[in-house]
């Protein structure tokens, strides 16, 4: 995987697991983290999770290529 394609990964899994906790809890982990949703730290870190799903949704087809076969489908 390219260095772009891990931190955009590991960007989303930030953003599912705050957004589970304000499902379930009704917590915003990343407000808590950084001094509330409104702070600059935080909504520089939102920024980034909505990024990071563009570029997922754009390069898609090129991660599947890179994958090895055998990690394609399972």
Known sequence: M???DQIAYA???????N?????IYGLDGIGLIFGGSDSIPA???????????VYE?????????RLPRDMEYG
Do not use: C, S
């Open 11 to 17: 960007l989303l899994i930030i953003g599912g697991i």
């Open 43 to 53: 909504r520089l870190t939102f920024t980034m999770i909505g990024v990071a799903a």
């Open 57 to 65: 949704i754009v390069e898609a087809r090129q991660i599947l290529k």
């Open 2 to 4: 390219k260095w772009l």
């Open 19 to 23: 957004y589970a906790l304000a499902g």
